[in-house]
Each structure stands twice: as structure tokens, then as C-alpha cells.
């Protein structure tokens, strides 16, 4: 069974940092493109960022680029978002997902993780 | 970017009748790289359909998908209580990748 557990949300005051994990299991994390995807209550759903199987492709949103990091680690079976400068508006449920293939272009996605909750408010 | 609009916002249906939900794009969807997702209220998104009109692993039979170019429906053809939720449509094909529809709430009438 496949499994996508996020860790490392919470409350943040502007400008500060935070750094997402995602822990992933039931499947061979290396075969396959990893992403984050962020639901706010004004917006709704919104990718946010997406990295192919060894991370050689990586790809960001406009609104967090040159602010956030996506990466992962194959041997942990681990996704990661390194969160800087963090904004109000970046507050939202942030859900780490599965592609359903190694690249992550032109893919959609097959498995969510139920998410964590970042907060940016001082 | 290509902007997907979801409608009706919520539909009232009683469980046994057959839901169309419609998802509507401002540009042409490439290759029909669509998909809808279910969301239950403290659960994760679950994949449905891709490619428009291809079930995922284990959606059963009454969920259909349909359409291309700008115009996508997803049918449920008898609904059955489990299926009261949020069904979200999604691009992946366009700049950015990947974009979202608001969702429509399927709620019992």
C-alpha cells in the first residue's frame, strides 16, 4: 500500500524558514517523479512544485520561485521542501504526491499524502 | 496558463441518481491530459480518471469520464452513499503544468 506521510508544518512568522518531509512507502521511491501540492481556502488547489526520479528535471510555481527548494533523497525514500521567505499567502495545507512515472512532465498524479498544515502569521 | 472551471459549485443528488459534473478549460487541454480527483473531508485527494477518460486502479465502473479540447464531464451513473464529496478536474499538459478546477461538491439532497 502506498503510503506519503508529511511532517515539519506549523506556525511561522513571515520571513522565516520552514523545511517540509515527506516519508514515503509501499512503493520503489526511485521509479518514480515526487511533487507538492498546496490547497488554501482562497485558492483552492495549487501545484507548487516537482522534481523526476533523480532529480535531474525540477520544476517550481511563479509564486515560489527563488523561494523554495524541492529535493529528495532516494536511499530515504524521502521528498522534501525547503520553504524560505515564507508569506502570509503560503499558508495552506501542503500535500506531498506521486507521479504515476519517472518524469514528471506531463503527468498526473496517482497518490496523495493527506497533508500538513503550514501557518505564516505573526 | 490555462484556467479550468468547474461547474455547477454544488450538486444535490439524491443516492441512486447519476451526477454530471462539468470542467470547462480557457484553452485547448493538450493530448487530453485530464484528470479527476475525489476528496472526502479529512482524507487525501484520489485519483479517479486520467487521460480524460481512463479509470485509475480500483475506481469502479459508475465513474466515467468523457470529452476533449476544452469541454470534460465526469459522470457518476448511480450514485452510491461513499460518493459524496468534492471532485476536483485537473490539467497537466499546459504552462504551468499543472492546474486545478475549484471543485464541485456533490452533497445529498
Known amino acids: 500500500e502506498v503510503q506519503l506521510v508529511e511532517s515539519g508544518g506549523g506556525l511561522v512568522q513571515p520571513g522565516r524558514s520552514l523545511r517540509l518531509s515527506c516519508a514515503a512507502s509501499?512503493?520503489?521511491?526511485?521509479?518514480?517523479?515526487m511533487y507538492w501540492v498546496r490547497r488554501t481556502p482562497g485558492k483552492g488547489l495549487e501545484w507548487v512544485s516537482g522534481i523526476g526520479w533523480n532529480s535531474g528535471n525540477i520544476d517550481y510555481a511563479d509564486f515560489v520561485k527563488g523561494r523554495f527548494t524541492i529535493s529528495r533523497d532516494n536511499a530515504k525514500n524521502s521528498l522534501y521542501l525547503q520553504m524560505n521567505s515564507l508569506r502570509p499567502e503560503d499558508t495552506a495545507l501542503y500535500h506531498c504526491?506521486?507521479?504515476?512515472?519517472?518524469?514528471?512532465?506531463?503527468?498526473?498524479?496517482?497518490?496523495w499524502g493527506q497533508g500538513i498544515l503550514v501557518t505564516v502569521s505573526s | 496558463e490555462i484556467v479550468l472551471t468547474q461547474s455547477p459549485g454544488t450538486l444535490s443528488l439524491s443516492p441512486g441518481e447519476r451526477a454530471t459534473l462539468s470542467c470547462r478549460a480557457s484553452?485547448?487541454?493538450?493530448?487530453?491530459?485530464l484528470a479527476w480527483y475525489q476528496q472526502k473531508p479529512g482524507q487525501a485527494p484520489r485519483l479517479l480518471i486520467y487521460g480524460a477518460f481512463s479509470r485509475a486502479t480500483g475506481i469502479p465502473d459508475r465513474f466515467s469520464g468523457s470529452g476533449s479540447g476544452t469541454d470534460f464531464t465526469l459522470t457518476i451513473s448511480r450514485l452510491e452513499p461513499e460518493d459524496f464529496a468534492v471532485y476536483y478536474c485537473?490539467?497537466?499538459?499546459?504552462?504551468?503544468?499543472?492546474?486545478f478546477g475549484q471543485g464541485t461538491k456533490v452533497e445529498v439532497k
Open positions: 504526491v506521486k507521479g504515476p512515472v519517472a518524469s514528471f512532465r506531463g503527468a498526473y498524479f496517482d497518490y
Open positions: 484553452q485547448s487541454v493538450s493530448t487530453s491530459y
Open positions: 485537473q490539467q497537466y499538459g499546459g504552462s504551468p503544468m499543472w492546474t
Open positions: 509501499g512503493f520503489t521511491f526511485d521509479d518514480y517523479a
